[in-house]
């Protein structure tokens, strides 16, 4: 039996009892209407693992567990909501499960399954019992409404398979939200049936850099290696619907993200009339940023709200991501159609033209009922609409100019949240990039400034942690990168400081526990000692930084954000 005290995210209270309910072949499962897909998603989990039957029950009764939804006396969420809270009552003779909404129940099953032995996470039985859950009353809520995970899919593509994977893994952590990272200079993921060729040529590039750049005898950093092996793939709509709604049934939702007008080499590979010089190009091999940016032309501005609008009538998401990042401005600097085209549409400078690319699709996502977001980067030109939504990763300057100037964020600050980042200062650490990123440092993580007023604080209505694939190409790699710092993620972002003063100690204690259950759902987790040999990649050339030196760059690139 686990110890009450063991949960993660760490709940705003909970209340010992006596005595324990155990789960035997008798234990049935009784559940409202709200509550049916969760009723399922137990009854799923705890047949696989347990072997028991788990059936309905069609009334609470003794030997029961109880799913319903009653938003009154629950713990209140971000802006006073309830959808998310719950409250766990765990007797002798039942369990109850109550939730503000069903998002709520589901959360409420999450900690009634940690409550229970590590092997409950198996989906096979290893073991008799017995299945027991200690007597408590657990009630918590979210401290932010947007707990997020971006999943970059294009340097490194992940099979459908793989990405119900990472959801199941997310969810069992009450991060709510997957920003699918769909589109990039190294490939382009979702089908896109109006235009065709975007999959047929830029889902796939002949091969892929190994490693970081290196710096070469003229000084100049250049890939030391390739690996000479095509490399692709996309998911179709169908593909795409059966993710959104997997992951929907588990309380998670997926928020599609299209670059734009920058990253876009994939596009431009399929379409090279969308580009600046119209000049054939390929799929990018390398990693980093390619100069290759969209032309300003309306052709291409329709192009991408055509795709906009399948992209919107695939995922129901009520944000689109635009991108709006790392834009190169040397082409539009020396293409006089750019400059003409800068100078006919009153802009000052090529700056103000990304704004207006940006603003253009953004115009388009709002007119389809729909949300913008993109990077801090679209903060440059002064000129975003009040309704975009900005995801600040150079730091928090961006998060904290947003918020100033009226606009939602989502903080996502590299130097706390980058799960690409190396872990340790470890000559053995895997392909190491920039600073150390380890697992108290993502603990430590508040996606609030501390530079806001009250009413600025409000605006920031959550935070994502980033796993950017470069250096990530299998999903073993994905999890060593990912877990444990996922877990101490997810109670920055539902815990933070609203359950009292974060404690290092108490977080490390509860993680301890918490690995078996890793190990149970089959996560290669990092484990604190370093990683395993065959966890290394012994020569491929990595590119570590200071957290001074990473500092002062992003002082320098967030400078034309600053208010």
């Keep these: 039996m686990v110890d009450a005290d063991m949960l993660i995210p760490r709940p705003r209270l909970l209340t010992p009892g006596v005595g324990a309910f ?3 072949p008798s234990t049935r499962v009784v559940a409202d209407a709200p509550s049916e897909s969760v009723r399922l998603y137990l009854q799923q989990t705890l047949r696989g693992s347990t072997g028991l039957p788990v059936r309905d029950a069609d009334a609470a009764g003794p030997d029961t567990v109880v799913l319903r939804v009653a938003p009154t006396g629950l713990p209140e969420g971000p802006a006073g909501s309830v959808a998310e809270s719950f409250r766990l009552v765990v007797s002798p003779e039942r369990v109850e499960v109550v939730g503000g909404t069903a998002a709520g129940v589901f959360y409420g099953v999450q900690a009634l399954l940690q409550l229970l032995p590590a092997d409950v996470y198996r989906r096979g039985r290893v073991g008799t019992g017995p299945w027991t859950v200690p007597a408590q009353t657990v009630e918590d809520a979210p401290a932010f409404a947007w707990r997020g995970v971006m999943l970059d899919v294009v340097r490194h593509f992940r099979t459908k398979a793989e990405v119900l994977r990472v959801i199941d893994q997310l969810a069992a952590h009450r991060i709510n939200t997957l920003h699918f990272h769909l589109t990039d200079d190294q490939g382009w993921r ?14 796939w590039r002949r091969e892929s850099q190994v490693g970081a750049h290196v710096t070469d005898e003229a000084g100049v950093l250049r890939p030391q290696s390739f690996d000479g092996r095509p490399h692709g793939g996309h998911y179709t709509q169908d593909d795409l619907r059966e993710i959104i709604a997997y992951a929907a049934d588990r309380f998670v939702t997926v928020v599609p993200e299209i670059e734009t007008p920058g990253h876009v080499r994939a596009a431009l590979a399929a379409y090279p009339s969308l580009g600046v010089t119209g000049q054939p190009v ?19 501005i329709d192009f991408f709200r055509d795709v906009l609008d399948e992209v919107i009538d695939l995922f129901p998401s009520a944000y689109i991501g635009l991108g709006g990042d790392e834009c190169p401005k040397v082409q539009w600097e020396a293409d006089p159609r750019t400059q003409e085209r800068i100078r006919s549409l009153g802009l000052a400078d090529e700056e103000q033209l990304q704004a207006w690319v940006i603003g253009q699709l953004a115009a388009h996502i709002e007119s389809r009922g729909r949300r913008a977001f993109g990077w801090d980067e679209i903060l440059e030109g002064g000129t975003l609409a009040p309704s975009a939504t900005v995801v600040s990763w150079r730091g928090l300057r961006g998060a904290t100019t947003a918020a100033k100037r009226g606009h939602d964020v989502i903080s996502t600050p590299d130097d706390q949240v980058y799960l690409d980042y190396r872990q340790s200062d470890l000559p053995n650490e895997p392909i190491p990039i920039a600073i150390v990123l380890s697992v108290d440092d993502v603990f430590r993580f508040d996606p609030v400034p501390d530079d806001l007023t009250e009413a600025e604080r409000a605006h920031v209505i959550g935070g994502q ?4 694939t470069e250096h990530v190409d299998d999903v073993r790699k994905l999890d060593y990168q990912l877990f444990p710092r ?3 993620l997810s109670e920055a972002l539902w815990s933070a400081d609203v359950t009292g003063p974060r404690d290092l100690a108490d977080f490390r204690g509860r993680l301890a526990e918490h690995l078996a259950r890793l190990e149970a759902m089959g996560i290669e987790y990092r484990h604190e000692t370093g990683p395993f040999p065959w966890q290394e990649r012994p020569g491929v050339p990595g590119r570590p930084s200071s957290r001074e030196e ?4 992003i002082d320098a690139v967030t400078a034309n954000i600053a208010d």
């Design 190 to 203: 979702i089908e896109i049936r109006k235009y065709p060729r975007l999959t047929e040529v830029g889902s």
């Design 465 to 468: 942690g980033n796993m950017w």
């Design 22 to 24: 155990e789960i035997t």
């Design 550 to 553: 990473r500092s002062a760059y």
């Design 486 to 488: 996922v877990v101490a």
């Design 282 to 300: 390929e799929v990018w091999t390398e990693w980093g940023i390619a100069d290759d940016v969209l032309n300003a032309e309306d052709s291409t």
